[in-house]
């Protein structure tokens, strides 16, 4: 199975940061299998 | 944690209460107390997104981010698919125009058709100077399915000659009964 998420990793980054920076909310993303792919939260 | 619920396909959402991200670390996971949905594109469950927080503010947030990425996502995609298509378009008119005298490439002009309709198959053929017989000079679709239509009809279909296009489809009909095709 494609990992649509991950073959479009770019697109996914621009988004959750503008989510992030507008909501003031870190978020994580994992792919179909479970793997964080994307995470807005910087250490701690 | 959460996007383990998630990926068991059971639900869309996890809400992960405090007690919850507890019982989790226990276990040796890195969780905290959030909310976590379900992304999904074209349909097809994707991934998920989590935030970490109180459940009753982040979830509203949650949701709309998750179903605006994948909104995005597949906004994004179709786009591409659009680009990638008037691309074909492009060099397809191109090679047209670009070789009257020597013809073209039969084989690549129904995979970039193929590409363009989206149609499950596209066959091209070639009528003889009086018009009465045609030639088979290139097929596309995918592998598997003429790999099929060649097991079904015993013989290669390319290079193959009919008296009339017509007999072509009334031989598929006949011999692929129950086998969807679509011819250009």
Redesign the interface.
Known sequence: MA???KD?LD??KD??KM?SSE?G??????????E??EAT?KNG | MG??II?SGETDEAVISEEKAEEYRNMGTDTKAGYNYV?T?FG??????????ETGF?KP??RI?AK??GL??SE??KEKEKNRILQKMASLAEEISGNPQNGIDCQIFTDDLLIITGAKFVLLDLYNPDGRVVTIAALSGEPEDIWNSKRILGYQLIGSQFNHICTIISFFKRKAAGVRLSIL
């Open positions: 990992n649509v998420l479009n697109v996914l988004v959750s989510i909501t909310c870190n978020i994580i993303i994992c792919d179909h299998e479970g964080i792919i939260e | 996007s383990v990926l992304i594109i097809k469950r994707v991934g998920s997104l989590g935030i970490a927080g982040v947030i949650a981010s605006t990425i995005y996502i994004y995609l």
